[in-house]
């Protein structure tokens, strides 16, 4: 009874399962189930004990009783104890369902023993500040739901326990671990001629597109939905900068510290698919999309809209790999069993130039833990390419 998997149990309870319901209703009460089994198991041994004292002296005599003892022992112990009880622990729903329409009537009858024995039982308890309540918190922590998605469903593929694990992981991932960082984002300025504007909103190869001023930091105007905008578009020559700026929708901004399971939210509270992040100043940091979000469950869409610009990744020959530095090092660590630290920096541009607190020239090499970086190209202003080499592999390297 004791064995029973508690969430197993509610499932079959559930679905009406008759030695589910009773057992669940046994298990409500542990200290009575355990009053009326250990009371029947007691009496029996005892007695059993009674019955075999007198039998060995009867043909024995009094050298009888130790032999009596030591045999019952091996009996008990194999026959009533070890081999019984190892077995319902092996197989608890086997033995417990049909167990409990045998419990449950049992219970009824030996009720008012089971209370006196409970009453001095539960007493004693107390004196220790023992606290005896029918009450048990059967809830698992975020990490006991982990271990057991990792080790209780082999029988799930490994893309929904992967998916499993990202759900899980929301809470501790902010937009700000998966925005489209500001410099990658793709918008339209509207102080040029109309044509220009058109061509912009054109060559776009996403739906939403954020309209501004000057820069996006200056004056952002608002989104613009292309679908929406398309009958007006398809007007051609007569679109007027008027016409754009009557569809535009205004921009929804998100602090920089949102975990993703609240953003998940409020994205379908507000019927919004975008999101422009702000840190705690009101400047721009970058842009989050639902097709963002969903990617840290799901993993890589079709339209991926951070990578869009970067290259492949290169496998040199000697094993290391080549990366664009403005990748994100969860996604690195994600899609490559890298161990690579997320508790600072995004990107590995920024993980490197923390470590080194300057701009590297190309050439430089540092190592983080298990993993050799080497910057290849740099720009006036950041590093564009990396060299890694990772020494997890290898044991000897860690040395």
């Not at 209370?115 to 918190?137: I, P, S, T």
């Not at 899980?168 to 700000?176: D, F, K």
Request: aromatic share 6%; hydrophobic share 45%.
């Amino acid at each position: 009874m004791m064995a029973l998997n508690k969430y197993r149990l509610k499932h079959k309870a559930k679905s009406g399962h008759k030695g589910a319901l009773k057992a669940q209703k046994l298990l409500k009460s542990p200290d009575r189930l355990l009053g009326v089994i250990l009371l029947g198991n007691n009496f029996v041994n005892i007695f059993a004990s009674s019955i075999a004292t007198i039998i060995a002296m009867r043909l024995m005599g009094e050298a009888g009783i130790a032999l009596a003892a030591g045999l019952l022992t091996l009996i008990v112990l194999i026959f009533a104890e070890v081999a019984p009880k190892t077995l319902a622990a092996l197989h608890p729903e086997k033995i417990a369902y049909p167990a409990a329409f045998v419990l449950e009537p049992l219970l009824k009858i030996l009720s008012p023993i089971v209370w006196f024995v409970n009453f001095f039982a539960n007493g004693f308890l107390k004196l220790f500040r023992v606290k005896v309540n029918h009450e048990h918190d059967h809830h698992l922590t975020q990490e006991e739901l982990q271990t057991l998605i990792d080790h209780a469903t082999g029988q799930l593929p490994d893309t929904y326990r992967s998916m499993l694990s990202s759900i899980l992981q929301l809470e501790a991932v902010t937009v700000e671990d998966v925005m489209i960082p500001k410099q990658e984002i793709y918008g339209v300025n509207i102080d040029q001629p109309i044509e220009g504007i058109l061509k912009d909103i054109q060559m776009s190869r996403y739906t939403r597109i954020p309209i501004y001023r000057g820069t996006i930091d200056d004056d952002l105007i608002g989104i613009l939905n292309l679908r929406r905008a398309l009958p007006t578009l398809m007007r051609g020559e007569e679109v007027t900068l008027r016409d754009i700026v009557k569809l535009i929708r205004p921009a929804y901004f998100v602090p920089e510290t949102t975990s993703l399971n609240i953003q998940l939210g409020k994205f379908n509270d507000k019927k919004r698919r975008m999101a422009m992040i702000v840190d705690e100043y009101g400047d721009i940091q970058g842009l989050l999309t639902m097709e963002d979000l969903l990617e840290e469950i799901v993993g890589k869409l079709s339209t991926d809209s951070k990578s869009h610009t970067q290259e492949e990744v290169k496998v040199n020959e000697d094993g290391s790999m080549t990366f664009e530095a403005g990748e994100f090092i969860r996604d690195l660590n994600k899609e490559h069993n890298f161990n690579l630290p997320t508790d600072g920096p995004k990107t590995l541009n920024g993980l490197i130039q923390e470590e080194l607190e300057a701009l590297p020239n190309a050439g430089t090499c540092i190592r983080v833990g298990y993993y050799i970086l080497e910057v290849l190209e740099t720009s006036a202003n950041s590093i564009e390419t990396v060299k890694l080499i990772d020494l997890s592999a290898t044991p000897e390297d860690k040395e």
